[in-house]
């Protein structure tokens, strides 16, 4: 999995955690209140909220399994073709490189 894709699956979960984080709070704090129509908020932003946690819980595990299956595909493709991954390595080095002396030029 790419860096820029970890990264922001990372933002997502973390801004998914402080929305349920406030949606809990905000649950606990108007517990106090007896209006039948507050109650009824209250009882669908729980609902709401337990579907978001399940469903952050999901995404994480298949996340992690996805992770772990391309890893295991990357390290199978190096060890039967080592020398096809060596040079591709050694040639998006070389390009990199060169991006980079471009780069500086300028």
Do not use: C
């Amino acid at each position: 999995m790419s860096a820029s894709v970890q990264g922001n699956s990372e933002k997502l979960k973390d801004d998914l955690r402080t929305a349920a984080d406030d949606s809990q709070e905000l649950v606990r704090e108007t517990s106090v209140q007896a209006n039948a129509r507050i109650q009824q908020a209250r009882e669908r932003a729980q609902d709401a909220l337990q579907r978001v946690r399940s469903r952050l819980s999901e995404f994480e595990s298949q996340t992690a399994r996805r992770a772990q299956e391309v890893r295991g595909a990357t390290e199978d493709y190096v060890r039967e073709n080592p020398w096809q991954s060596v040079l591709a390595a050694a040639g998006i080095g070389l390009a990199l490189g060169i991006v980079v002396s471009l780069g500086r030029r300028r």
